[in-house]
């Protein structure tokens, strides 16, 4: 089954840095890659996301880049500011039995903004 | 929008008793939904598909038989730990598909086994 790796686990930045989440995926037919951030205690909020059959998509100072043929995908953020701080995780859909429905999630990144 | 609850949203139950979870997708119909399971500072782990109607489909390593999902319309899925234990406490989180691919997540149960 699909296997998610995400790199590096913890990241720390200057305010007004960028920020750089690396994922690889296992599964050469995930075609959905889906970001999620995660505040302490509350649920995973979707970022941003990219189909297969797109390779960079852009939203304000969030872009995700793909590269299907090395099967990794990655996030940047661009300007960070302390409320960036978070867990982001990256994810793929995987093969649920009858069609690629589930999410497989990646080990997640603790990002820290420093002001 | 897309509007995903839980409930409860905090339980403490006793060893050796079940504990129900409900997960409803308030403003459109889900067929299906995904039940995860995370502990402190780790991912969130898929416990299980459930689909509107039928079985739901789980995860290699999850018991069945303990964690009983329902998924009897399609606002509304259930997931219930039989026979609880301290290891099973954790933060239970569902999420509802819409059109397509996207997830939209419940605010997660943080169940505490004592």
């Known amino acids: 089954g699909e296997n998610v790796e995400q790199h590096p686990s913890t990241l720390s930045v200057q305010e007004g840095d960028s920020a750089v989440i690396k994922c690889t995926y296992s599964?050469?037919?995930?075609?959905?890659f889906p970001w999620y951030k995660q505040e302490l205690g509350k649920r995973p909020q979707l970022i941003i996301d990219?189909?297969?059959?797109?390779g960079e998509k852009k939203d304000q100072r969030i872009a995700v880049t793909l590269n299907k043929t090395a099967k990794h995908f990655s996030l940047h953020i661009t300007e960070t500011q302390p409320e960036d701080s978070a867990v982001y995780f990256c994810?793929?859909?995987?093969?649920?039995?009858?069609?690629?429905?589930?999410?497989?999630f990646g080990p997640g990144t603790s990002l820290s903004v420093i002001p | 929008g897309a509007v995903v609850s839980q409930h409860p949203s905090w339980v403490i139950c006793k060893s050796g008793t079940s504990v129900k979870i409900e997960c409803r997708s308030l403003?459109?119909?889900?067929?299906?939904m995904f039940w995860y399971r995370q502990f402190p500072k780790q991912s969130l782990m898929l416990m299980a598909t459930?689909?509107?109607?039928?079985?739901?489909?789980?995860e290699q390593g999850v018991e069945k038989d303990k964690f009983l999902i329902n998924h009897a319309s399609l606002t509304l899925s259930t997931l219930t730990v039989t026979s609880a234990h301290p290891e099973d406490s954790s933060f239970y989180i569902c999420?509802?598909?819409?059109?397509?691919?996207?997830?939209?997540f419940g605010p997660g149960t943080r169940l505490l086994v004592l």
């Open positions: 994810a793929a859909n995987g093969y649920g039995g009858t069609s690629y429905d589930k999410v497989i």
């Open positions: 459930s689909n509107e109607g039928s079985k739901a489909t789980y």
């Open positions: 999420s509802a598909r819409k059109a397509g691919e996207t997830q939209y």
């Open positions: 599964d050469s037919a995930s075609n959905y």
């Open positions: 403003d459109f119909q889900a067929t299906t």
């Open positions: 990219i189909r297969s059959n797109v």
